[in-house]
C-alpha cells in the first residue's frame, strides 16, 4: 500500500509548537490545582489538626496513577513528578519539614526524601531515631522518617511511640513497590498521631514477649500478621497486622509457638502494601 504523502510535511517547529502549547496547558492546569489550596485549607481547618497530610488518601492516589499510567514516559520520573506535586502541595497547605535517622547513612535517605517529597520541602538529618521522634514530637506538623530495617544501634525504636501523645507511624513508603523502584528503601513515615486520613488496612503494634524464639514470622503467618522489626535481646517485635484482625489472634498465633505476649500496644497504622508489577 502507497502511503499517503502529506503535502506539507511536518516541521521541527511545528513540533515544537505542538510541545509549547502542551507545556503551557500543564503548567495551566498547575496553577489551576493551587487555586484549589485556599478553600481546601479553610476546610481541613474546620475539620481541626496540624498537618495537611493525608496518607491514605495519598496512597489510594499513587495506586490510581501507576495503574492507568501508560506509553514512553518511564513510571518511575512518572510517580516522581506526581509524588512532588502532591508533597509540594501539602507543604503550601501547611509547611512541615521532614525529619530522617541517617544511622544507616545519609545518601539513600536524601534520595528517598528528595523522590517522595521533593526539594521544597526541607530535609532535617538525626543521628538517630529519637532525635527523630523528638524532632516531630517538637514541631507541629512535621513527618519523621525511619528505615524499616533500621541500623542494629536502633534496638526496639519503635517502642518510642507507644506514649498515646508520641508519634505514630501514619505511612510506609514507597507507596507502590517494585523491585527496582528508583527509592526503594522501604520507610515509615512518622507524626504526630493523626486526627482524620488515617490509613487502617496495616496495623503496627510493640509487642514484647516472654522470650525470643526463632520462627516467629511463619508463626504469624496464620493471622495474616508480619514481624516488620525485631530487638531480640529485648524480646520485642513490631508486627504488622491486617486492621480486620484483632489482636486476640495475634496471641493464639504466637502461643501455638510457644511464646506469650506480655505487652501489645498499637503504634501507627499505614495504607495496604501495594506491588506493581510492570507490563513488559
Ligand atoms: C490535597 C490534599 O492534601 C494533601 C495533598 C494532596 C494533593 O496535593 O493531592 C493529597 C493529599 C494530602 O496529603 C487533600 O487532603 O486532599
Given at each position: ?16 509548537d505542538?510541545i ?15 487555586e484549589?489550596?485556599?478553600r ?10 496540624s498537618?495537611?497530610?493525608?496518607p ?8 490510581r496513577l ?18 512532588i506535586?502532591i ?14 535517622d ?10 528517598c526524601?528528595?523522590?517522595?517529597f ?21 514541631a ?11 541500623s ?5 525504636w ?5 506514649a498515646?501523645?508520641?508519634?505514630k507511624i ?9 523491585p ?8 515509615f ?5 493523626v ?5 487502617r488496612?496495616?496495623v503496627?503494634?510493640a509487642?514484647?514477649l516472654?522470650?525470643w524464639?526463632d ?9 495474616g ?7 531480640p535481646?529485648a524480646?520485642a ?7 480486620a ?8 498465633a ?8 506480655s505487652?501489645?500496644t498499637?503504634?501507627g497504622?499505614?495504607a ?9
Amino acid at each position: 500500500m502507497m502511503l499517503e504523502r502529506r503535502p506539507n510535511p511536518e516541521t521541527l517547529a511545528d513540533l515544537r509548537d505542538e510541545i509549547d502549547r502542551i507545556d503551557a496547558c500543564l503548567h495551566e492546569m498547575l496553577m489551576q490545582r493551587g487555586e484549589i489550596i485556599d478553600r481546601l485549607i479553610a476546610v481541613k481547618a474546620r475539620a481541626g489538626g496540624s498537618s495537611a497530610f493525608r496518607p491514605g488518601r495519598e496512597a489510594d492516589m499513587m495506586r490510581r496513577l501507576v495503574e492507568r499510567h501508560k506509553g514512553i514516559l518511564p513510571l518511575d520520573t512518572v510517580e516522581s513528578i506526581w509524588r512532588i506535586i502532591i508533597s509540594t502541595f501539602t507543604f503550601v497547605q501547611a509547611n512541615y519539614s521532614v525529619h530522617a535517622d541517617i544511622s544507616g547513612g545519609d545518601a539513600q535517605m536524601r534520595d528517598c526524601c528528595r523522590f517522595h517529597f521533593g526539594f521544597t520541602v526541607p530535609y532535617v538529618t538525626h543521628a538517630d531515631v529519637a532525635d527523630v521522634v523528638a524532632a516531630v514530637s517538637a514541631a507541629s506538623g512535621d513527618l519523621g522518617l525511619v528505615p524499616v530495617v533500621s541500623s542494629p544501634a536502633s534496638g526496639a525504636w519503635w517502642q518510642q511511640l507507644a506514649a498515646p501523645a508520641a508519634p505514630k507511624i501514619i505511612a510506609r513508603l514507597p507507596f507502590v513497590e517494585r523491585p527496582d523502584h528508583p527509592a526503594a528503601t522501604p520507610l515509615f513515615v512518622i507524626a504526630k498521631p493523626v486526627k482524620d486520613g488515617a490509613a487502617r488496612d496495616s496495623v503496627l503494634y510493640a509487642a514484647t514477649l516472654t522470650r525470643w524464639r526463632d520462627g516467629l514470622n511463619a508463626a504469624l503467618g496464620a493471622s495474616g500478621a508480619e514481624l516488620v522489626a525485631k530487638a531480640p535481646e529485648a524480646h520485642a517485635a513490631l508486627l504488622a497486622v491486617p486492621g480486620a484482625t484483632p489482636p486476640a489472634s495475634l496471641r493464639e498465633a504466637l502461643a501455638g509457638h510457644g511464646v506469650e505476649i506480655s505487652s501489645l500496644t498499637e503504634v501507627g497504622s499505614h495504607a495496604a502494601r501495594f506491588d506493581f508489577v510492570r507490563a513488559s
